[in-house]
């Protein structure tokens, strides 16, 4: 299939998203993307059952740039490596104020 233009405009991503949160049967939609990694504490707060149908739920968002010593590391202690890294929880933390004082309940 070609579709002209297309590269000029890279939101087919977005479209395919929307539609399946359209098609979606579940009470809530989790989004993410493939290179997204949650923390034990998130999925722990997912796993409760506790979301609430009035809430619009988002999480902060951090770049890493994986080092050497990550590479080849199995899921555990990748996980491990990550939230070791210093600095990273700092910066989430700020830019959950942030967002805290932009979006209040």
């Known amino acids: 299939m070609s579709l002209p233009h297309h590269k000029a405009h890279p939101i087919f991503e977005h479209i395919a998203e929307n539609v399946a949160f359209q098609r979606a049967r579940g009470r809530f939609v989790l ?6 990694i949650m923390s034990i504490d998130t999925a722990i707060f997912i796993a409760r059952g506790q979301l609430r149908e009035d ?3 988002r999480a902060a968002y951090a770049e890493l740039d994986f080092k050497p010593e990550a590479d080849g590391l199995e899921a555990e202690s990748l996980l491990e490596w990550v939230f070791s890294q210093p600095g990273l929880l700092r910066d989430m933390n700020l830019e959950l104020v942030d967002l805290m004082a932009k979006y209040p309940e």
């Not at 989004?31 to 997204?36: A, L, P, W, Y």
């Open 55 to 57: 809430a619009v739920y």
């Open 31 to 36: 989004k993410t993307n493939i290179d997204n």
